[in-house]
T-cell receptor, first 112, second 113 residues
């Protein structure tokens, strides 16, 4: 069963605009991770945020985590056509298990 | 390191046939995961190994599915007999430490007719 649920399911923007994707989850977590998947390829890790962190940056990416609301957001600033991909959040539940549970993803299209 | 290598990239088979998917993990990994991805159900964890030992196979859908990790350099996922509803992309992924990111292979696209 899905732990993380991304919102929106699909997002279409123009190059240069910012893209925000949200993720909600149900149980307590050790960490939350965001991944990117280009068509026909495997998932690529973008950023990991731990449960005691509130915000993290990596280049044009900014991730926030609100454990009280069990939600996270991924912001891509100054988007490029090459950012077109599906983006997934994944949660590692508390309790020592290494099982990462993925949401169904947000399909982002950046139009040139 | 070439990353996680999966083979074959594509597999088309007829219902009832045995299918074997292969994964060569990155060196230095400690855990290996098999996921299945479909449009309807998204990414589902099938089974994972830690130090070559199966830890959790609760996601394996039926007895038709089995997975092995005979050594640190190789894992297989077998479906016998295959059915059309097994059609999906199967991913192998590894981590090098707890609380660390997954490294995915490019997947095997399985079509069962």
């Amino acid at each position: 069963s899905q732990q993380g649920e991304e919102d929106p399911q699909a997002l279409s923007i123009q190059e240069g605009e910012n893209a925000t994707m949200n993720c909600s989850y149900k149980t307590s977590i050790n960490n939350l991770q965001w991944y990117r998947q280009n068509s026909g390829r495997g998932l690529v890790h973008l950023i990991l945020i731990r449960s005691n962190e509130r915000e993290k940056h990596s280049g044009r990416l900014r991730v926030t985590l609100d454990t009280s609301k069990k939600s996270s957001s991924l912001l891509i600033t100054a988007s490029r056509a090459a950012d077109t991909a599906s983006y997934f959040c994944a949660t590692e539940p508390q309790g020592g298990s290494e099982k990462l549970v993925f949401g169904k993803g947000t399909k982002l299209t950046v139009n040139p | 390191d070439a990353g996680v290598i999966q083979s074959p990239r594509h597999e088309v088979t007829e219902m009832g046939q045995e299918v074997t998917l292969r994964c060569k993990p990155i060196s230095g990994h400690n855990s290996l995961f098999w996921y299945r991805q479909t449009m309807m159900r998204g990414l589902e964890l099938l089974i994972y190994f830690n130090n070559n030992v199966p830890i959790d196979d609760s996601g394996m859908p039926e007895d038709r599915f089995s997975a092995k990790m005979p050594n640190a350099s190789f894992s297989t996922l077998k479906i016998q007999p295959s059915e059309p509803r097994d059609s999906a992309v199967y991913f192998c992924a590894t981590t090098t430490a707890p609380d660390s990111p997954l490294h995915f292979g490019n997947g095997t696209r399985l079509t069962v007719t």
